[in-house]
């Protein structure tokens, strides 16, 4: 792997290519962070496509595209004389240390959990009024919830075992369950909400990432439906004209390949 000098050569050429491409580029010069913020958005979503694919070549070129909006960001800063790169580095930095104090302190911890409920400390100390606070509001809900329940975890708001959670799981499913025969559409909405919420904790027990499941399950689905069309265009008989028996045929080859 490259050395330090060569890292910083190469952090240095981006950042001489955002200037020039700022100065010269019609496009560049009238982006606004404002402009950037959907295309971020996107890029990180490419990014966690290929972690998921571990596509490791395809990662390396999506943590590029990622790197060059944080220095846009930077350069956008620098010119309302807001901040600039050396702000953005060193405000991560001096955040880094402070909140390792096992590291750049005296503080002891004996596992991640002790560091975790340490980290949530920290930011209460900071001046933040609730530890929910650094969930965002825009976050898919699926994130969202998973980001909820870990970081109420950190201060101690937690189940035990995860026996309990699954039991929880089950008192929730039972509650739909009645929901749904009492034909109540908004009770059936909280309700099914409320399993999504339980499951999503008890993936956190499991130490599975749920929204990380999903999609791997999205991607499978689709591979093997894909299959599916393709099959159903050698035969020449469209999907609709199919019936559930003979598309099952074909989804079973899916699944063994």
Request: with cysteine.
């Amino acid at each position: 792997m490259s050395e330090r000098t060569t890292q910083l050569k190469a952090f240095d050429r981006l950042l001489t290519i955002m200037d020039e491409l700022r100065e010269q580029c019609p496009w560049d010069k009238k982006q606004t962070m404002e402009s950037l913020r959907h295309l971020t958005i996107e890029e990180v979503y490419e990014l966690g496509d290929a972690i998921l694919d571990n596509d490791l070549d395809e990662v390396k070129k999506e943590l590029g595209d990622v790197l060059l909006h944080i220095v846009f960001y930077s350069k956008i800063g620098s010119e309302t004389k807001d901040f600039d790169i050396a702000d953005v580095c060193n405000s991560i930095c001096d955040k880094l240390i402070e909140r390792h104090p096992h590291i750049y302190g005296d503080v002891e911890v004996n596992d991640e959990e002790d560091i975790k409920r340490n980290w949530e400390q920290l930011k209460l100390k900071e001046g933040k009024k609730s530890v929910l606070e650094g969930v965002p509001k825009s976050l898919p809900s699926m994130v969202k919830a998973n980001r909820i329940q870990d970081k109420v975890a950190g201060v101690g708001f937690d189940w035990e075992k995860p026996e309990q959670v699954f039991e929880k799981v089950e008192e929730e499913l039972a509650e739909l369950k009645a929901e749904i025969s009492a034909g109540n559409k908004e009770r059936i909405e909280s309700e099914f909400g409320d399993v999504l919420f339980s499951m999503v904790n008890y993936a956190r027990f499991l130490k599975v990432n749920p929204e990380n499941a999903l999609e791997r399950t999205n991607k499978k689905f689709i591979k093997r439906f894909q299959y599916l069309e393709e099959k159903s265009k050698q035969l020449e008989k469209p999907l609709k004209d199919m019936t559930l028996s003979e598309m099952d045929v074909f989804w079973e080859e899916a699944k063994k390949l």
